[in-house]
């Protein structure tokens, strides 16, 4: 009896160290697996697709994930009616428990049991914690996702497991997250769901199979309206709601294409891109685009691009890299906001400001336009036309060449350089690699960069970046260049540019203040203008760049920027007047700073910056001494005691010679003749001609169309009254003279370089 009695004591003594050890064992399994799971942040964040948002949060592009899925994190606030559906559906106790509903739990297996029928008991937490181990339904997996669940309760509050669960959990086929469901099925984003939206977001996930415009509809639909019963039954929705809510028909699959597709590649692998992209304007930018490209195929023009920024707040708003990014066989997918090309005649305003603020002109200063050599460059108007004499705000609405090239010979072309480098920030400081070319567009500038220099007229010239996402840090790092005075003179003369066709008519009725350009050779057409509403660049050419006749700015590019223009409706009117604006006198006939001591010159008032450098007075008057027979004298003349000052025009003789050439009668006295080209110290590299030799043109002004002799070397090589004389050279030094037959006479020395 007592042998049996403690073999009793024995067992019960081993069947309880047998107990505590598996206890002691599944004790420290259990704290194994609740501490080895210690996620940061979102568990989940390397699963979902890149999106980019706009700036209300609407979606704007999507791409799959690594596996193939449209899985978008939600990034607004989910609606109340999805968070409603869903628990009442998959768990009415989620707020209450601690990640695992054991009352669920038992009745799950008495009904697995008693009915064989398989009924789930896993709470929002436990299928949240399956979405993320994707382990295989075993019972081991099963008891490591309630005490997974727990350390998700322990780590994470309630709405940030919710938030999980929707991001994650299934919506039929490859579509991942209630925002990806919300945005395939119904073209809208999770916060705007309606009752029946919710409702069959809700039961998807349990049964996401069933969601087939082909099949199984049937099934979907007793889910669905399953679950409305049960929120009409709870008082979430009224009698007619209800009624609604099941009249709505089921979903079909559809999805639009990505917008802005090419800033998407801008970023890095950021799940989520805010944008400040505004999806209306972007609509309407890739529209207009893709819509003016198919009339440029015709003509063999094979790409356009275009950005549209908020003036005063810097913001991009639209994003066209090209005509459409899924074009592959018209090279589509290359951004051209980023691509650099030739910018042509845009960068002309900006000379023209910093020119008022140096003192060089006013608006109404004359400057010549005329045939002219700056060392070996000589520039040409793109129409092939001159006008002589040209005040500064009209060569800038005419877009003339010649005028600006002494306008940047006048400033520095290495301070011109330089100020551009400050707004744009490029790596470039070789300014005499472009010279006096710069300003004709030979230093080549991206989309992004003249828009930013758009955004900075539209500023008043205050110049810094301009933004396309809402999360980077806007510190004030703007810089002025130019005056306020000197933006709004210069921005009223763009106000006058003129446009292409019926919308040169609406010039004083919708306002914009813009430009054109057309590079060298005809490979890229620019139209580029700002408002205080919105800034806008467009660009039309060959991303191959081939160059097509038919490329020029203001046709081009000009009609595409209004075709935006018109699109966008209210501008935000006409830029207001700056107090950075004195009223100065300016002579008459020149347009420069006016002179008490002109004598019978007239002044004029004009607007002129307060804070710029005090203005020049004219190069083309000057004050002589004249006697009774009106001939110039001077102190040595023996009838200079009788003579009178005079304020006279003084041109220069290149601009006397385009006016004979044109026939246009100017009366001179003095100088008349003039080497123009070679220039005085010029080194020229020379190649051969056909028949091996050296050979160069020379070119004078000879406004009197005197007998000239010509000198090289000391060496008489001939007699004319024309204006140009072929020289046979070889390398080294030279001297060319030339003498009228009136005695006067011009040389100059060169040099001819291998």
């Known amino acids: 009896m007592s042998n049996a009695f403690e073999i009793k004591i024995l067992y019960k003594s081993i069947l309880f160290r047998i107990f505590i050890f598996m206890f002691l064992l599944f004790f420290l399994y259990f704290l194994f697996i609740f501490f080895s799971f210690n996620p940061k942040g979102d568990p989940f964040n390397d699963r979902y697709s890149r999106s980019m948002l706009d700036r209300n949060d609407e979606i704007l592009s999507i791409l799959l994930n690594r596996d193939e899925q449209w899985h978008i994190k939600n990034s607004v606030e989910f609606s109340k009616k999805l968070k409603i559906a869903t628990l009442v559906f998959e768990d009415k106790e989620f707020y209450s428990h601690i990640g695992i509903d054991f009352t669920a739990i038992i009745r799950s297996i008495y009904i697995n049991a008693m009915y064989n029928k398989r009924v789930g008991g896993s709470t929002i937490t436990m299928q949240t914690i399956k979405l993320l181990t994707n382990n295989k339904r075993t019972y081991i997996n099963k008891i490591n996702e309630m005490i997974l669940s727990l350390r998700l309760e322990f780590l994470y509050s309630k709405d940030e497991i919710l938030e999980m669960y929707f991001n994650n959990a299934p919506y039929g086929g490859n579509i991942v997250g209630v925002s990806a469901a919300s945005l395939m099925y119904f073209n809208k984003s999770t916060k705007d769901l309606t009752w029946s939206e919710s409702a069959l977001l809700a039961v998807l996930p349990n049964s996401p199979g069933l969601i087939n415009v082909q099949k199984n509809n049937h099934l979907l639909l007793q889910k669905r309206n399953k679950l409305l019963d049960e929120l009409y039954k709870r008082g979430y929705i009224d009698s007619d709601n209800l009624k609604l809510a099941k009249q709505e028909k089921l979903p079909i699959i559809k999805r639009d294409k990505n917008l802005a597709a090419h800033l998407l590649f801008r970023f890095d692998n950021n799940p989520i891109i805010k944008t400040t992209i505004d999806k209306n304007i972007q609509i309407l930018l890739e529209d207009r685009l893709r819509l003016y490209h198919k009339k440029l195929l015709n003509l063999g023009i094979q790409n356009v691009a275009g950005i549209i920024v908020d003036t005063k707040s810097r913001e991009v708003l639209a994003y066209g890299g090209s005509q459409d990014f ?10 051209g906001i980023i691509a ?3 910018p042509g005649s845009v960068l002309k305003p900006l000379l023209y400001a910093l020119a008022i603020d140096s003192g060089i002109i006013a608006p109404q200063s004359k400057l010549v336009d005329a045939p002219t050599f700056f060392g070996n460059f000589k520039p040409r108007n793109a129409s092939k036309k001159y ?13 003339l060449n010649i005028p600006f090239v002494w306008l940047l010979q006048e400033y520095g072309y290495d301070k011109f350089f330089f100020n ?7 790596n470039d400081s070789n300014f005499e690699r472009y010279g006096l070319s710069l300003i004709l567009g030979t ?27 809402r999360d980077v840090e806007r510190v ?4 002025r260049l130019f005056s306020e005075g000197s933006a709004y003179l210069m921005l009223d003369a763009l106000k006058d540019v003129e446009r292409v066709g019926i919308d040169n008519y609406f010039i004083n009725k919708k306002i914009f203040y813009w430009k054109s350009g057309t590079s060298y050779g005809r490979k890229d057409a620019w139209a580029a203008g700002t408002s205080p509403k919105y800034t806008i660049v467009v660009w039309a050419g060959n991303f191959n760049g081939d160059s097509n006749a038919n490329l020029f700015g203001v046709n081009t590019a000009g009609a595409l920027l209004f075709d935006i223009v018109n ?39 004009a607007l002129y910056p307060k804070s710029a450098n005090s203005l020049k007075t004219s190069p083309f008057l000057k004050n002589v001494f004249i006697n009774d027979n009106m001939k110039e004298v001077n102190s040595l003349d023996t009838d200079f005691i009788h003579s009178r000052e005079i304020t006279k025009l003084n041109l220069p003789l290149s601009l006397l010679e385009y006016y004979k050439e044109q026939n246009i009668s100017i009366k001179t006295q003095g100088k008349s003749l003039q080497i123009l080209y070679p220039k005085e110290h010029l080194s020229i590299i020379r190649t051969k001609d056909f028949s091996s030799k050296n050979e160069l043109i020379a070119r004078i002004a000879n406004v009197n169309n005197n007998n000239v002799f010509w ?8 007699v004319s009254n024309n204006n140009t004389m072929i020289l046979n050279l070889g390398i080294g030094h030279h001297t060319l003279t030339v003498i009228d037959s009136n005695g006067d006479s011009h040389s100059v020395n060169f040099n001819i370089l291998k």
């Open 443 to 469: 230093k080549e500038m991206s989309i992004e960069d003249v828009a930013k220099l758009y955004v900075g007229f539209g500023n008043y010239g205050e110049f810094g970046d301009i933004y396309y996402t």
């Open 420 to 426: 551009l480098k400050d707004i744009l920030g490029f």
């Open 387 to 399: 006008f002589g004499l040209i005040s500064a705000k009209d060569s800038l609405v005419k877009s």
């Open 340 to 342: 650099r090309r030739s």
């Open 326 to 335: 899924f074009d592959i066989d018209g090279f589509g997918q290359i951004d």
């Open 476 to 479: 004030n790092n703007t810089k």
């Open 711 to 718: 000198y090289l070397d000391k060496k008489y090589i001939g």
């Open 567 to 605: 699109d966008l409706g209210d501008l935000g009117g006409e830029f207001l007047k700056s107090s950075d604006l004195k009223e100065i006198l300016l002579d008459m006939p020149t347009g420069y700073r006016y002179d008490i001591n002109y004598k019978d010159i007239k002044p004029m008032k």
